[in-house]
Nanobody, 123 residues
Framework: QVQLVESGGGLVQAGGSLRLSCAAS????????MGWFRQAPGKEREFVIG??????SYADSVKGRFTISRDSAKNTVYLQMNSLKPEDTAVYYC??????????????????WGQGTQVTVSS
């Protein structure tokens, strides 16, 4: 079955960096759009960044600070987070959508999800 396993979360000071990884298995990785979402306590899950075969999309709040990349040889997608802010604190989720031509920004558009990894940014 499809599995998405995130890693790399942790505690970091404001202004610092983290790189999250999401290892995918049980799917044809190159056929999927991959995305990262986050959910802070008491808030809805929100789109952060995604990558399809055609494009990359960013939430306005992370433009210029976060980047996404994928390594098809390792079936892994990465989220590089720089200049972190306390408001970036959330559980970060990796997600996969079966059509690599489409890059959705809504959670319901994604077919598979990881278990999440906590990112905490201290001020």
């Amino acid at each position: 079955q499809v599995q998405l396993v995130e890693s790399g979360g942790g505690l970091v000071q404001a202004g610092g960096s983290l790189r999250l990884s999401c290892a995918a298995s049980g799917l044809t990785f190159s056929s999927y759009t991959m995305g990262w979402f986050r959910q802070a306590p008491g808030k809805e899950r929100e789109f952060v960044i995604g990558i399809s075969v055609r494009s990359t999309s960013y939430a306005d709040s992370v433009k210029g600070r976060f980047t996404i990349s994928r390594d098809s040889a390792k079936n892994t997608v990465y989220l590089q987070m720089n200049s972190l802010k306390p408001e970036d604190t959330a559980v970060y989720y990796c997600a996969a959508h079966i059509d690599n031509r489409r890059l959705g920004v809504k959670a319901y558009e994604y077919d598979y999800w990881g278990q999440g990894t906590q990112v905490t940014v201290s001020s």
